[in-house]
């Protein structure tokens, strides 16, 4: 059964987690890339105003993909959309100035526990108590492993914490963020579209939100990134050296395992989009390219609706 075929006849059903007629396990990829991140915000939208986030066994977050993972678990996803062109998110959030007095130029603190509490409020417990479990990855700072950090969330604060853990970009963020004792950096590092964690969790179908292009081909550390995040990976996350060397490998290792499974549904902006850079602010950029990821998923995903 296609990944289509699955979320309608679920729809016809009216199944939720834990009450499923079937023994598939259909989960939600959300891709990241900090600012890239705006066309999988545009697609989650697409997935709360469609109603098929019910139709799910769990959702999936990598870095800035957490995120916007968070906003459709807590049913807010297209009404708060407009922050991403804020200037009273992206201009406190992101400020590359701030990297001269060796300050984050990313402050995902300032995010979550200022932006996410005050400015954008953020429903964390409509988020821990939808059915729809909520799988936010990070990379264990000292082993260099993508980490599922579902387990380690039992309240508002431990969610909050998880957010900034997946989302700890190196250097851009500031230090590895600590959860239990333990040291983690952004997800991206080791596992960019969640596939190899929701696979070993037995995924039988994928809907993967995408933020990279078909013709993005990954690519390893420029001379300049080895030049300047060699250092502070030594010192802060040790056992991620390996993992950031060869993420051209496991980039295409990913790509690899989603082109080829039998029940994968992959939505991503189409050729010819923008390309966004990590710390982009400009808000007639973010506006449009949420509006193109919106776009491309209500065009891959109306036809569960329709046909159902």
């Not at 709360?48 to 906003?71: H, I, K, Q």
């Not at 996803?77 to 200037?87: G, I, M």
């Not at 996350?237 to 690899?256: C, I, S």
């Not at 973010?286 to 065009?299: K, Y």
């Amino acid at each position: 059964m296609s990944v289509l075929e699955l979320l309608r006849e679920r729809r016809r059903q009216g199944s939720t987690p834990g009450q499923r007629g079937d023994d598939a396990r259909l989960v939600l990829l959300i891709e990241g890339g900090s600012s890239r991140g705006a066309y999988s915000s545009g697609m989650a939208v697409a997935i709360e105003r469609l109603r098929l986030l019910p139709l799910f066994d769990a959702v999936y977050g990598s870095s800035a993909g957490s995120l916007n993972a968070a906003w459709l678990l807590c049913g807010r996803a297209e009404k708060t959309v407009d922050a991403w062109w804020d200037p009273r998110v992206m201009r406190t959030t992101i400020n590359p100035l701030r990297a001269f007095s060796r300050q984050p130029v990313v402050d995902t603190k300032h995010l979550v526990h200022t932006i996410y509490t005050q400015v954008w409020p953020m429903g964390f417990q409509d988020i821990l108590d939808n059915p729809v479990p909520f799988h936010p990855i990070a990379t264990d700072a000292l082993t260099g492993e993508a980490t599922d950090l579902h387990s380690k969330i039992h309240d508002v604060g431990s969610l909050q914490t998880a957010l900034r853990a997946s989302t700890a970009m190196p250097l851009l963020a500031g230090p590895p963020v600590i959860i239990d004792g333990h040291p983690y950096v952004d997800a991206g590092l080791s596992e960019m579209v969640c596939v190899r964690s929701a696979l070993a969790q037995q995924a039988t179908h994928i809907v993967a939100l995408r933020t990279t292009r078909e013709d993005d081909l990954p690519v390893g550390p420029t001379r300049g990134e080895r030049l300047v995040l060699s250092r502070w990976f030594a010192r802060h996350a040790p056992g991620v050296v390996h993992t950031w060397l060869n993420r051209k490998e496991l980039r295409d290792e990913e790509e690899e395992l989603l082109a080829t499974h039998p029940a994968c549904l992959q939505i991503r902006p189409p050729l010819g989009s923008l390309q966004v850079g990590r710390t982009e602010r400009r808000p007639e950029v973010l506006r449009a390219v949420v509006d193109t990821g919106l776009q491309a998923a209500m065009n891959a995903l109306e036809a569960a609706v329709v046909l159902g």
